[in-house]
Nanobody, 125 residues
């Protein structure tokens, strides 16, 4: 399984960006998809989550400004970020919980966790 994250860039304070994450490979189903971020000198933090039934959760810092969603293309998700602030500057990572087949008939499955490569978001003041 591979994750490809994209959409980062440089934007002015108050601007918007949309991040994308696409999962490919041997995927039976996706349990949940998350966006994390890590700013320089800080720990990686959870920003947003979307589950298989489209339940969403957000960090307090993201509520009202960010929106996580699943794409129409299978196994993709987005993070729409509006009203960006300089403190949103970080490398953003997608993190996906995937159910994979471990038997030929796919009766046996297991959950594995994957990280995307990260995409840089820089917000200038």
């Amino acid at each position: 399984v591979q994750l490809q994250a994209s959409g980062g860039g440089l934007v002015q304070s108050g601007g918007s960006l949309r991040l994308s994450c696409a999962a490919s490979g041997s995927i039976f189903s996706i349990t949940a998809m998350h966006w994390y971020r890590q700013a320089p000198g800080k720990q990686r933090e959870l920003v947003a989550t979307i589950t298989s039934d489209n339940t969403t959760n957000y960090a307090d810092s993201a509520k009202g400004r960010f929106a996580i969603s699943r794409g129409t293309v299978e196994n993709t998700m987005y993070l729409q970020m509006n009203s960006l602030r300089p403190e949103d500057t970080a490398v953003y990572y997608c993190h996906v919980e995937i159910r994979e087949c471990i038997s030929r008939d796919c009766i046996a499955r297991m959950t594995n966790f994957y990280w995307g490569q990260g995409t840089q978001v820089t917000v200038s003041s």
